[in-house]
């Protein structure tokens, strides 16, 4: 199945549909938002604070460059969220663009301040054009049972690259969610193991980072399987 025929707005409906109803059976419902302020509020409520990747004292979006999810339950009270930024990296690679972001967005006196290993990023190199970044995925403790990391990454996905028409989505995540599955129950069929300088404050605070990430391609087949589940589902209905 050619990738752009998974790419249609019908065929993404139908997916994130899929995802909807997913919560909805759990009795909770998704927003979307743009206001990064509102973003900062409603994670301020949760007992946490927007990362340096989104907050407004280190970012400027314009209309159409960022957006975020929020997940509230049968209350209407918030209780996960997640952001996405588009990125356009033009005819740089990945790696290059990351060895310059990172020290910009953690300063000197930041625990994670730092470069990666260059030795690491061999993988990267291969990545370009228009990219999407994911972040501030943040589950409260109470919701941590409803297993809703998955479907915030996945339905952020799908939005993104019809949206942004990406060729790359990624994340970073600690091992620790990479080693309880996270990063594969989210969609991200790419997951690699990137090591800072040893020098550096970030490796002497975190240690590591799993960059995980997934293709244009990659969420095609997620619409595909997604569409064709729900497709599933409604044949099974009465």
Known sequence: MPADDALNVVDA???????????????????????????????SALGASVSEHFSQEQNTFFAGEAFWLCISDDRGDPIATHAV????????????????????IYGPESELEGRFAERQRGFLQDISGTVAYGGELFV??????????????????ICAV????????YA????????KGLGTLGGFVRQHRMVPEPDSAI???????WFVGC???DIADL????????????????
């Open 13 to 43: 409906t139908l997916a994130t549909t899929v995802l909807i109803n997913g919560l909805k059976a759990k009795g909770l419902s998704l927003r979307y938002g743009v206001d990064f302020g509102e973003l900062a509020e409603i994670k």
């Open 85 to 104: 930024k588009v990125q356009h990296l033009g005819s740089e690679r990945l790696d290059s663009f990351i060895q310059r972001y990172w020290p910009q």
């Open 140 to 157: 409260s403790d109470a919701a941590r049972k409803l297993r809703i990391a998955d479907l915030l990454c996945k339905y952020a996905q």
């Open 162 to 169: 019809l949206q942004w028409d990406i060729t790359f989505y």
């Open 172 to 179: 970073f995540m600690e091992p620790r969610s990479v080693a």
């Open 203 to 209: 490796s002497r605070a975190r240690g590591d980072f």
């Open 215 to 217: 293709s244009r391609s």
């Open 223 to 238: 619409i595909f399987d997604l569409k064709h589940s729900g497709l599933e589902e409604s044949r099974r209905s009465p």
